[in-house]
């Protein structure tokens, strides 16, 4: 049996897609969708858990502002379809620290940039991840940073592990075949509920400056 980081998963971005398919208007189911992001922050830690701690923070807080709205209005919020729309009624809608659609936004935002990052690591087997991250970071969040953040991603970026060592770490006793079986469609799972979630913020026209 595989003990891979991502073979040991309870909830995966594999079952998100499956969800969505699953779903008769494509919609995202949110617990499970929130499920599967608690299980990828950890990857955080791997990276290198000091420099990476306040990306991290970040994406785990906005995590949790769309899990309170979904413990707080279930009925309202079985999608995140369903919880943008209905959120839309509220005064706090879009509101910064108080908004789960807001904090979703910036949710998707860093998954843009990690999906890039992943798939940059896959299909290009000698590169270092630091050139990875850095070369996803400049096409997707550094347009939505300021300054000191974008300083803050330059030191997490540069303090990256080695490929080869990152490798190994998520593999823990699997050796690289089992590692990239395992990797393979977790990644182009969570690329492809990526893109959902980037279709679903751009039809509501809530993909803007903040």
Same mark, same amino acid.
């Given at each position: 049996?595989?003990?891979?980081?991502?073979a040991t998963m309870d909830?995966?971005?594999?079952?998100?897609?499956?969800?969505?398919?699953?779903? !008769?208007?494509?919609?995202?189911?949110? @617990?499970?969708?929130?499920?599967?992001?608690?299980?990828l922050s950890n990857i955080?830690?791997?990276?290198?858990?000091?420099?990476?701690?306040?990306?991290? =923070?970040?994406?785990?807080?906005?995590?949790?502002?769309?899990?309170?709205?979904? +413990?707080?209005?279930? !009925?309202?919020?079985?999608?995140?379809?369903?919880? #943008?729309?209905? @959120?839309?009624?509220?005064?706090?809608?879009?509101?910064?620290?108080?908004? !789960?659609?807001?904090?979703?936004?910036?949710?998707?935002?860093?998954?843009?940039?990690?999906?890039?990052?992943? +798939?940059?690591? +896959?299909?290009?087997?000698?590169? @270092? +991840?630091?050139?990875?991250?850095?070369?996803?970071? @400049?096409?997707?969040?550094?347009?939505?940073?300021?300054?000191?953040?974008?300083?803050?991603?330059? $030191?997490?970026? =540069?303090?990256? !592990?080695?490929?080869?060592?990152? $490798?190994?770490?998520?593999?823990?006793?699997?050796?690289?075949?089992?590692?990239?079986?395992?990797?393979?469609?977790? #990644?182009?799972?969570?690329?492809?509920?990526?893109?959902?979630?980037? =279709?679903?913020?751009?039809?509501?026209?809530?993909?803007?400056?903040?």
């Amino acid at each position: 049996m595989a003990t891979n980081f991502f073979a040991t998963m309870d909830k995966t971005w594999i079952d998100v897609a499956s969800a969505i398919d699953a779903h !008769p208007n494509g919609e995202i189911p949110t @617990e499970i969708f929130i499920a599967a992001a608690r299980e990828l922050s950890n990857i955080f830690d791997i990276l290198n858990s000091m420099a990476f701690s306040p990306v991290k =923070k970040d994406m785990v807080q906005n995590i949790d502002l769309v899990e309170q709205r979904f +413990l707080s209005a279930g !009925p309202e919020s079985q999608t995140l379809n369903q919880l #943008i729309a209905n @959120e839309r009624k509220l005064s706090t809608f879009m509101q910064k620290g108080k908004s !789960p659609s807001r904090a979703l936004l910036w949710y998707k935002r860093g998954m843009e940039f990690l999906a890039q990052a992943f +798939l940059r690591c +896959l299909e290009n087997p000698t590169e @270092e +991840l630091a050139v990875s991250f850095s070369k996803s970071y @400049e096409t997707t969040l550094q347009q939505h940073h300021g300054f000191l953040v974008r300083n803050v991603f330059s $030191l997490a970026v =540069k303090a990256a !592990p080695y490929r080869e060592d990152f $490798l190994k770490s998520l593999a823990k006793e699997d050796d690289r075949e089992q590692l990239l079986a395992t990797m393979t469609p977790y #990644i182009h799972a969570y690329v492809k509920v990526c893109k959902v979630l980037v =279709k679903l913020y751009d039809d509501e026209d809530l993909e803007r400056p903040l």
